[in-house]
Nanobody
Framework: VQLQASGGGLVQAGGSLRLSCAAS????????MGWYRQASGKQRELVAS???????NYADSVKGRFTISRDNPKNTMYLQMNNLKSEDTAVYYC?????????WGQGTQVTVSS
């Protein structure tokens, strides 16, 4: 299984970006999937997750600004990020889990300028 993350970039504070994570296989049976981020000098943290039943969970810092979603026919997961803040600057990683194995995407850089 390979995950390809994309959509990062440089944006001004208050702007928006949409991250995509495309899987090389069918995601219908994915156990769980989510987006994580790691800022320079900090630990990787969970940003948002979505279950096979489309139940979502968000970090308090992004609630009301970020939306996670999945498109099963396209084998893709998304993270819509609105009203971006400088503290959202980080490398964003996607994760998908099948059975007992988790797979990570390669990471995409998001930089928010103030």
């Amino acid at each position: 299984v390979q995950l390809q993350a994309s959509g990062g970039g440089l944006v001004q504070a208050g702007g928006s970006l949409r991250l995509s994570c495309a899987a090389s296989t069918n995601i219908f049976s994915v156990r769980n999937m989510g987006w994580y981020r790691q800022a320079s000098g900090k630990q990787r943290e969970l940003v948002a997750s979505i279950t096979s039943r489309d139940s979502t969970n968000y970090a308090d810092s992004v609630k009301g600004r970020f939306t996670i979603s999945r498109d099963n026919p396209k084998n893709t997961m998304y993270l819509q990020m609105n009203n971006l803040k400088s503290e959202d600057t980080a490398v964003y990683y996607c994760l998908m889990g099948w059975g007992t194995t988790d797979y990570w995407g390669q990471g995409t850089q998001v930089t928010v300028s103030s």
